[in-house]
């Protein structure tokens, strides 16, 4: 599939102008490759990678094909940087951040370039070009970091190398071809149009018996098929089975030299480079885009629009009232002004009204006075019923409807304003008709006419005077209205204002990225460069070599020195101080104190306690567990540490048997075994717990086995095969165990072995007690060989977390060229959670197998690669050693001198179990001490008092006894409860937020390439069977999580119940400066019994996420999988929450509760100590049966023994 190279032509005005360009766009990163590329084009240099795994070979693999070591091999990753081999001057070029760079000349140490290889921080770019001819000119090998190393770092230094590379061939582990980084990464590749060829190293790893090579190429093709990687060729090989059938390695050497010689013109591309990098430049402008975007609200196209419409909205409410009195007037004036107020009969009625009104006005041909009269009246309220009615009907009426109208239109409906327009009207009487009149006037037709003029715009102003008002009150009522809309739209238009000043930026952002856009398309079609753009590159080109220190290696030394973290004086006295006093010291200094004291009077309870403490100390018992990874060599480093071969090495780490070797006792001899087998209870938890998402349905065992059988489970791929192999060892072992279930039985040494290793008889046992007599156990020391975290059902057990805790001592032992897998890393992340929680250091780290390094310098560099890596999982300065188990044991049994790798561990460990775990109980040995010493001194100054003094004595003792007693239950315990709660909360509510971290590594675990690989009903099944796993990792990793913060609370709670004690000492001392209490031991708490969260969760609640499944190739190839993550997290969180609440309650209620019992039980021991303190004073005043100067000597005596301990007095 090689296709030849198009040259269009690229010049050094291209490589300018987008140099230039990317500058200008502040774009260092893309400019500094394009300089690269520019160097690449003016030596017409052809560039080959190889990169992949850290562990897959690939500096074996290059030395092995240029045949010459030039490369240095390590068991852990040796390239942090690129590395660059030629053939020329014989020069090493050290490409510093600084941009100096230091030569050395051949012959140079392979050891130096090791150390710049490994340097992330200082170092940017390696050069090795040797004298020797092992490439052609213009020729160049490049040598990358692992992608999938410790640090994702690496990745992003190798990826960062790609723009360079003419054929890549990338190197891969036999046991990680479907890793989904590998997978990723071809895909990257690939998309840059980059020849590449995949070697699949370490080939000697196969088994032809577990599965036909040809059957294993073929699903490494289905795979890449699957993904759409289309590599040049697939190569096979091995670096240590030179002779395997399988093994390729000469075509790829010959491929290697077709490409550096034959086919070099053909793959040299500096186009693709150049296309590859623009592409890059794209997208640092798209993200420096975005970036600035997300700071603003979203896009909003219509926020112009909505900005108009709220400005004509406020307007509008701005301008109500004006509006209301503009509509209210010419309502008003309207009704009026068409208001019939005249018609013909009520005119001719106000003709008769006038003549009524005229002096001469009578009735009949005589005017009789009284008819008169009555005829004037009777006109008048004719006129005035009239008029009302009319002015009713045409005016009071239609102004009512029209302000009704016109107020709720403008949203008036208050009712105390519309009671206010029906209750408005006018009545007109008598005297408003007769003050219109006009004295003397003639009445006639247009008198008529003027007066009814007169009395209709009469009629009108007073409506108007009446209207008016009304609108006062509607101007209040609207006042009110609009004030809190008016409010709301002011808000809303500000922030609608925001938008679109948002919106304008986000504008200006797109036309800047599409003009930057187009000026890099300008630059790689029709580049208008000057000279001095491609001076600018030839400058810049020189500055890269400016400076150059030769043979001054200390510059290296000395940058990296600098970084590195050291422990500061806290953790150093924690590793590194002996402790103060020896055990053996102070227990000879107890025997001579009890002899000095135990014939006075009133020194019974301090000799109990100092009799205690020689007890503590002199028949001490300690627990020492050994935990690792299976293959580490736990078995091994505890028959070293024994002395001889006791332990047997399991075959495999399917089942969890604790092995526990201890001192021999009054009922147990030297090697006596005893063996727990497991109940059944045991036995159906450890199936069920396996079997979960088959759902099994028998309650009893034996129905549970026969249900497995006749189900074929135990063939059943779902299941791994260690998983497979644990179920054919209960099937097979079944019938010889099953009378032993639930019991102990006792075997004989020579038996232990068997019973270990044979898993049809391992499967069953629960634990393994072995009695021996040596060394190790004379001290005391009890040795427990935990099994590993990665062995069946050991994760739901509380095994682990119980030696943790409890364990006097824990040993973690790694192999030598062993990388931590999931399981591991697990574990160690949890000592990490707890290690701050213990008063001691006591984790110790052990290298095993450090015979396999070549020299010292090799063992350093693994150690320090292990301690870089125990950082990163939170276990910041461990106490690790290196040591070859094997060795040792051999020594101790051939009885010749320990190796001193061996020597240091155990008398570090030695030290630590007899010295650092007593200290304790030897400060408060001292303590003890004194208080005999400040006694004695008592005793004697109180054989010369008088009589009367005693007797002051003895009120003044009764007088402190009230007062300590008192102040013992003034001891206020609300204050510390609020601080147990406040700091359980606390812990608590980073545990969530560090799930939500870790759900992303968790479901990268589970659901991927190796565990995905089907469609249809099989992948269904697949599915299902990642999610219970992911369920079960995060349901564990929960319940991690609380038991650490279980020891943080505990831990916590022990230093605040020191604190309540030494108060209540300080506190004391003002009142008896003589009383002295003595040490109040230690508490173990409990910690509370948690569930492992999910483990109930039904796997139907994720049916919805589930079903967005649709082929591998979309899951994986288009990123569908994130998808999935995301509302697989977002469902599962719920229940997550859930369960921390849940167990918050349950947390704060115990150690609340064991809080108030310690308290309660402190209060206890001091007045117990109150009393006995008083009583032995009273005693020490009324005996005088010791004279004098007895009682100096004896005073003497414990004087001389203090001063051992002066620091402390």
């Given at each position: 599939?090689?296709?030849?190279?198009?040259?269009?032509?690229?010049?050094?005005?291209?490589?300018?102008?987008?140099?230039?360009?990317?500058?200008?766009?502040?774009?260092?990163?893309?400019?500094?490759?394009?300089?690269?590329?520019?160097?690449?084009?003016?030596?017409?240099?052809?560039?080959?990678?190889?990169?992949?795994?850290?562990?897959?070979?690939?500096?074996?693999?290059?030395?092995?094909?240029?045949?010459?070591?030039?490369?240095?091999?390590?068991?852990?990753?040796?390239?942090?940087?690129?590395?660059?081999?030629?053939?020329?001057?014989?020069?090493?070029?050290?490409?510093?951040?600084?941009?100096?760079?230091?030569?050395?000349?051949?012959?140079?140490?392979?050891?130096?370039?090791?150390?710049?290889?490994?340097?992330?921080?200082?170092?940017?770019?390696?050069?090795?070009?040797?004298?020797?001819?092992?490439?052609?000119?213009?020729?160049?090998?490049?040598?990358?970091?692992?992608?999938?190393?410790?640090?994702?770092?690496?990745?992003?230094?190798?990826?960062?190398?790609?723009?360079?590379?003419?054929?890549?061939?990338?190197?891969?582990?036999?046991?990680?071809?479907?890793?989904?980084?590998?997978?990723?990464?071809?895909?990257?590749?690939?998309?840059?149009?980059?020849?590449?060829?995949?070697?699949?190293?370490?080939?000697?790893?196969?088994?032809?018996?577990?599965?036909?090579?040809?059957?294993?190429?073929?699903?490494?093709?289905?795979?890449?098929?699957?993904?759409?990687?289309?590599?040049?060729?697939?190569?096979?090989?091995?670096?240590?089975?030179?002779?395997?059938?399988?093994?390729?390695?000469?075509?790829?050497?010959?491929?290697?030299?077709?490409?550096?010689?034959?086919?070099?013109?053909?793959?040299?591309?500096?186009?693709?480079?150049?296309?590859?990098?623009?592409?890059?430049?794209?997208?640092?402008?798209?993200q420096e885009y975005e970036s600035e975007a997300a700071e603003l609200q979203p896009e909003d196209s219509d926020a112009a629009g909505r900005l108009k419409e709220l400005d004509i909205k406020i307007e509008r409410l701005n301008n109500l009232?004006?509006?209301?009195?503009?509509?209210?007037?010419?309502?008003?004036?309207?009704?009026?002004?068409?208001?019939?107020?005249?018609?013909?009969?009520?005119?001719?009625?106000?003709?008769?009204?006038?003549?009524?009104?005229?002096?001469?006005?009578?009735i009949g041909l005589f005017g009789s006075s009284k008819k008169t009269v009555e005829a004037r009246r009777k006109r008048e309220a004719d006129f005035l019923a009239g008029l009302q009615e009319t002015i009713e009907t045409s005016v009071q009426?239609?102004?009512?409807?029209?302000?009704?109208?016109?107020?709720?239109?403008?949203?008036?409906?208050?009712?105390?304003?519309?009671?206010?327009?029906?209750?408005?009207?006018?009545?007109?009487?008598?005297?408003?008709?007769?003050?219109?009149?006009?004295?003397?006037?003639?009445?006639?037709?247009?008198?008529?006419?003027?007066?009814?003029?007169?009395?209709?715009?009469?009629?009108?102003?007073?409506?108007?005077?009446?209207?008016?008002?009304?609108?006062?009150?509607?101007?209040?009522?609207?006042?009110?209205?609009?004030?809190?809309?008016?409010?709301?739209?002011?808000?809303?238009?500000?922030?609608?204002?925001?938008?679109?000043?948002?919106?304008?930026?986000?504008?200006?952002?797109?036309?800047?990225?599409?003009?930057?856009?187009?000026?890099?398309?300008?630059?790689?079609?029709?580049?208008?460069?000057?000279?001095?753009?491609?001076?600018?590159?030839?400058?810049?080109?020189?500055?890269?070599?400016?400076?150059?220190?030769?043979?001054?290696?200390?510059?290296?030394?000395?940058?990296?020195?600098?970084?590195?973290?050291?422990?500061?004086?806290?953790?150093?006295?924690?590793?590194?101080?002996?402790?103060?006093?020896?055990?053996?010291?102070?227990?000879?200094?107890?025997?001579?104190?009890?002899?000095?004291?135990?014939?006075?009077?009133?020194?019974?309870?301090?000799?109990?306690?100092?009799?205690?403490?020689?007890?503590?100390?002199?028949?001490?018992?300690?627990?020492?567990?050994?935990?690792?990874?299976?293959?580490?060599?736990?078995?091994?480093?505890?028959?070293?540490?024994?002395?001889?071969?006791?332990?047997?090495?399991?075959?495999?780490?399917?089942?969890?048997?604790?092995?526990?070797?201890?001192?021999?006792?009054?009922?147990?001899?030297?090697?006596?075994?005893?063996?727990?087998?497991?109940?059944?209870?045991?036995?159906?938890?450890?199936?069920?717990?396996?079997?979960?998402?088959?759902?099994?349905?028998?309650?009893?065992?034996?129905?549970?086995?026969?249900?497995?059988?006749?189900?074929?489970?135990?063939?059943?791929?779902?299941?791994?095969?260690?998983?497979?192999?644990?179920?054919?060892?209960?099937?097979?072992?079944?019938?010889?165990?099953?009378?032993?279930?639930?019991?102990?039985?006792?075997?004989?040494?020579?038996?232990?072995?068997?019973?270990?290793?044979?898993?049809?008889?391992?499967?069953?046992?629960?634990?393994?007690?072995?009695?021996?007599?040596?060394?190790?156990?004379?001290?005391?020391?009890?040795?427990?060989?935990?099994?590993?975290?990665?062995?069946?059902?050991?994760?739901?057990?509380?095994?682990?977390?119980?030696?943790?805790?409890?364990?006097?001592?824990?040993?973690?032992?790694?192999?030598?060229?062993?990388?931590?897998?999931?399981?591991?890393?697990?574990?160690?992340?949890?000592?990490?959670?707890?290690?701050?929680?213990?008063?001691?250091?006591?984790?110790?780290?052990?290298?095993?197998?450090?015979?396999?390094?070549?020299?010292?310098?090799?063992?350093?560099?693994?150690?320090?690669?292990?301690?870089?890596?125990?950082?990163?999982?939170?276990?910041?300065?461990?106490?690790?050693?290196?040591?070859?188990?094997?060795?040792?044991?051999?020594?101790?049994?051939?009885?010749?001198?320990?190796?001193?790798?061996?020597?240091?561990?155990?008398?570090?460990?030695?030290?630590?179990?007899?010295?650092?775990?007593?200290?304790?109980?030897?400060?408060?040995?001292?303590?003890?001490?004194?208080?005999?010493?400040?006694?004695?001194?008592?005793?004697?100054?109180?054989?010369?008092?008088?009589?009367?003094?005693?007797?002051?004595?003895?009120?003044?003792?009764?007088?402190?006894?009230?007062?300590?007693?008192?102040?013992?239950?003034?001891?206020?315990?609300?204050?510390?409860?609020?601080?147990?709660?406040?700091?359980?909360?606390?812990?608590?509510?980073?545990?969530?937020?560090?799930?939500?971290?870790?759900?992303?590594?968790?479901?990268?675990?589970?659901?991927?390439?190796?565990?995905?690989?089907?469609?249809?009903?099989?992948?269904?099944?697949?599915?299902?069977?990642?999610?219970?796993?992911?369920?079960?990792?995060?349901?564990?990793?929960?319940?991690?999580?609380?038991?650490?913060?279980?020891?943080?609370?505990?831990?916590?709670?022990?230093?605040?119940?020191?604190?309540?004690?030494?108060?209540?000492?300080?506190?004391?001392?003002?009142?008896?400066?003589?009383?002295?209490?003595?040490?109040?031991?230690?508490?173990?708490?409990?910690?509370?019994?948690?569930?492992?969260?999910?483990?109930?969760?039904?796997?139907?609640?994720?049916?919805?996420?589930?079903?967005?499944?649709?082929?591998?190739?979309?899951?994986?190839?288009?990123?569908?999988?994130?998808?999935?993550?995301?509302?697989?997290?977002?469902?599962?969180?719920?229940?997550?929450?859930?369960?921390?609440?849940?167990?918050?309650?349950?947390?704060?209620?115990?150690?609340?509760?064991?809080?108030?019992?310690?308290?309660?039980?402190?209060?206890?021991?001091?007045?117990?100590?109150?009393?006995?303190?008083?009583?032995?004073?009273?005693?020490?005043?009324?005996?005088q049966s010791i004279d004098l100067e007895t009682l100096r000597q004896k005073e003497a005596k414990l004087i001389s023994i203090l001063a051992n301990y002066e620091e402390l007095n």
């Amino acid at each position: 599939m090689i296709t030849e190279a198009i040259q269009t032509g690229f010049t050094k005005e291209h490589l300018a102008k987008l140099y230039q360009t990317m500058l200008d766009n502040d774009d260092s990163k893309s400019a500094e490759k394009m300089l690269q590329i520019a160097q690449k084009w003016i030596n017409q240099e052809f560039m080959i990678s190889f990169t992949g795994h850290f562990s897959a070979g690939k500096s074996s693999m290059i030395n092995h094909l240029l045949e010459k070591s030039i490369l240095p091999k390590s068991p852990i990753p040796t390239s942090a940087n690129v590395v660059k081999i030629t053939s020329g001057k014989g020069k090493a070029h050290i490409h510093t951040d600084k941009g100096i760079v230091i030569e050395y000349e051949e012959p140079y140490e392979i050891d130096m370039i090791k150390e710049y290889a490994k340097e992330r921080g200082t170092i940017k770019e390696i050069e090795i070009s040797t004298k020797e001819a092992i490439l052609p000119d213009g020729c160049t090998i490049i040598d990358t970091p692992g992608i999938d190393a410790a640090d994702d770092a690496d990745r992003l230094i190798t990826e960062s190398s790609m723009h360079l590379v003419d054929a890549l061939f990338y190197v891969m582990d036999y046991n990680h071809v479907q890793s989904e980084v590998n997978l990723h990464f071809l895909k990257k590749v690939q998309k840059h149009n980059i020849p590449f060829y995949i070697i699949i190293n370490q080939i000697d790893k196969h088994n032809e018996e577990e599965l036909a090579f040809d059957e294993f190429c073929r699903k490494i093709n289905q795979t890449f098929e699957q993904w759409g990687i289309f590599p040049e060729i697939i190569y096979y090989s091995s670096l240590i089975d030179m002779a395997s059938s399988h093994s390729q390695i000469d075509d790829i050497k010959q491929t290697l030299f077709l490409l550096l010689t034959k086919d070099k013109d053909t793959f040299l591309n500096v186009e693709r480079s150049v296309r590859q990098v623009v592409n890059e430049h794209k997208s640092h402008l798209r993200q420096e885009y975005e970036s600035e975007a997300a700071e603003l609200q979203p896009e909003d196209s219509d926020a112009a629009g909505r900005l108009k419409e709220l400005d004509i909205k406020i307007e509008r409410l701005n301008n109500l009232s004006g509006d209301l009195e503009k509509d209210f007037r010419t309502a008003l004036n309207t009704t009026l002004k068409n208001a019939y107020l005249m018609p013909a009969n009520l005119r001719d009625m106000a003709h008769s009204y006038l003549e009524s009104q005229q002096q001469d006005f009578k009735i009949g041909l005589f005017g009789s006075s009284k008819k008169t009269v009555e005829a004037r009246r009777k006109r008048e309220a004719d006129f005035l019923a009239g008029l009302q009615e009319t002015i009713e009907t045409s005016v009071q009426w239609r102004l009512r409807d029209k302000l009704l109208n016109l107020f709720q239109s403008y949203g008036l409906y208050n009712q105390a304003l519309m009671q206010q327009v029906q209750n408005m009207s006018i009545v007109y009487d008598a005297s408003d008709l007769s003050s219109l009149i006009k004295p003397g006037a003639t009445v006639n037709g247009d008198y008529v006419l003027h007066y009814t003029e007169d009395l209709k715009d009469d009629i009108k102003q007073k409506y108007k005077q009446e209207a008016l008002k009304l609108l006062d009150s509607a101007y209040e009522e609207i006042k009110d209205k609009t004030a809190n809309e008016l409010a709301e739209l002011e808000l809303e238009r500000a922030n609608a204002a925001n938008v679109h000043e948002q919106y304008e930026m986000n504008e200006k952002l797109k036309n800047d990225l599409e003009e930057k856009t187009r000026e890099i398309d300008d630059a790689l079609t029709t580049p208008k460069a000057t000279d001095e753009d491609w001076q600018e590159i030839q400058k810049a080109l020189a500055t890269t070599k400016k400076i150059i220190k030769t043979h001054d290696a200390s510059f290296f030394k000395d940058e990296a020195e600098s970084v590195i973290e050291e422990p500061n004086a806290a953790e150093t006295e924690k590793l590194t101080a002996e402790p103060a006093y020896q055990a053996d010291s102070i227990l000879s200094d107890l025997e001579k104190v009890i002899d000095t004291v135990e014939d006075l009077p009133g020194f019974r309870s301090i000799i109990a306690d100092l009799q205690h403490k020689h007890s503590r100390l002199g028949s001490r018992e300690f627990t020492v567990a050994l935990f690792g990874a299976f293959s580490a060599g736990k078995s091994s480093l505890a028959n070293a540490l024994i002395g001889e071969h006791v332990l047997p090495s399991a075959p495999n780490p399917t089942t969890a048997v604790i092995n526990r070797i201890h001192p021999v006792n009054a009922n147990q001899k030297h090697g006596d075994v005893i063996v727990k087998m497991k109940d059944e209870a045991t036995l159906i938890s450890d199936l069920k717990s396996l079997l979960h998402q088959f759902e099994p349905e028998p309650d009893d065992f034996d129905a549970l086995l026969d249900w497995v059988m006749k189900n074929k489970i135990h063939q059943n791929n779902q299941l791994d095969k260690t998983q497979q192999a644990y179920l054919n060892a209960l099937l097979e072992g079944y019938h010889d165990r099953k009378t032993e279930i639930g019991r102990e039985i006792t075997i004989e040494l020579d038996e232990f072995a068997s019973f270990v290793t044979n898993e049809t008889i391992a499967s069953f046992i629960e634990s393994v007690d072995l009695y021996y007599d040596c060394n190790l156990t004379r001290e005391g020391i009890t040795l427990v060989d935990t099994p590993g975290a990665d062995s069946i059902n050991a994760r739901h057990t509380n095994v682990a977390f119980d030696y943790i805790k409890y364990a006097d001592a824990i040993l973690y032992v790694t192999y030598y060229n062993h990388a931590f897998s999931r399981t591991d890393k697990d574990f160690l992340m949890q000592l990490g959670r707890v290690k701050d929680s213990f008063q001691l250091d006591k984790m110790f780290f052990v290298m095993n197998a450090s015979d396999l390094a070549e020299d010292s310098s090799e063992i350093e560099m693994v150690q320090q690669y292990i301690i870089e890596q125990l950082t990163t999982l939170g276990i910041r300065f461990p106490r690790l050693f290196p040591v070859s188990s094997r060795r040792s044991l051999e020594e101790k049994q051939q009885h010749i001198g320990l190796n001193d790798q061996m020597k240091a561990f155990e008398h570090a460990f030695d030290n630590f179990i007899h010295n650092e775990l007593a200290s304790m109980t030897i400060q408060s040995a001292i303590r003890d001490i004194r208080r005999a010493n400040q006694s004695v001194t008592h005793f004697l100054n109180s054989t010369q008092m008088n009589e009367e003094e005693k007797k002051r004595a003895r009120q003044d003792l009764i007088e402190k006894q009230t007062s300590l007693r008192k102040l013992t239950q003034e001891i206020d315990i609300g204050l510390y409860e609020q601080k147990i709660r406040q700091k359980i909360e606390k812990q608590l509510y980073f545990v969530l937020e560090r799930f939500s971290i870790r759900f992303h590594d968790m479901f990268k675990e589970t659901f991927n390439p190796a565990t995905i690989t089907d469609s249809g009903k099989k992948a269904t099944q697949q599915l299902k069977s990642s999610l219970i796993n992911l369920l079960d990792y995060a349901g564990y990793e929960l319940l991690q999580e609380l038991r650490a913060v279980s020891l943080r609370i505990e831990s916590f709670i022990e230093e605040i119940k020191h604190d309540v004690y030494l108060d209540y000492t300080n506190k004391s001392s003002h009142i008896d400066a003589g009383f002295l209490l003595p040490h109040f031991e230690e508490t173990d708490l409990v910690t509370p019994d948690y569930e492992q969260a999910f483990f109930n969760l039904a796997i139907q609640t994720f049916d919805i996420e589930l079903k967005e499944f649709n082929g591998t190739k979309a899951f994986f190839a288009k990123n569908e999988k994130e998808a999935m993550k995301e509302n697989l997290f977002n469902r599962l969180y719920p229940y997550a929450d859930e369960y921390v609440t849940e167990n918050h309650t349950r947390m704060h209620t115990s150690y609340i509760q064991q809080w108030n019992t310690m308290i309660e039980n402190m209060k206890y021991f001091i007045d117990e100590h109150i009393d006995n303190y008083i009583d032995n004073q009273f005693q020490i005043i009324s005996d005088q049966s010791i004279d004098l100067e007895t009682l100096r000597q004896k005073e003497a005596k414990l004087i001389s023994i203090l001063a051992n301990y002066e620091e402390l007095n």
